[in-house]
């Protein structure tokens, strides 16, 4: 068994959103956290009509940094990068 503590992500994911609309709650109240700040390597993001929301967008991924499109460091995004941390594992 692996224990797993995921520090930032669903974090940030809830928290941007208040920042970024100065604290209305009815911004992360009315859509889950999955479409506020989608995941680049989910299909969804396909649908959702990532390039026509407007700015700042706010987007989670997995990919490393250097595999980013090289339209990504163009447009000078800021980023936050948050890391999982493995506590531990065991195995029985």
């Known amino acids: 068994q692996s224990y797993f503590l995921c520090v930032g992500t669903t974090w940030m994911q809830e928290i941007l959103p208040l920042i970024i609309s100065g604290g209305d709650p009815a911004s992360v109240e009315s859509l889950p956290n999955w479409d506020r700040v989608p995941w680049l390597e989910e299909t969804r993001a396909s649908i959702l009509q990532l390039e ?41």
């Open 52 to 92: 026509e929301r407007p700015s700042p967008r706010m987007l989670t991924t997995h990919l490393h940094y250097d595999m980013m499109p090289l339209s990504f460091f163009q447009a000078k995004p800021k980023v936050n990068l948050s890391q999982s941390l493995e506590l531990g594992s065991h195995s029985y």
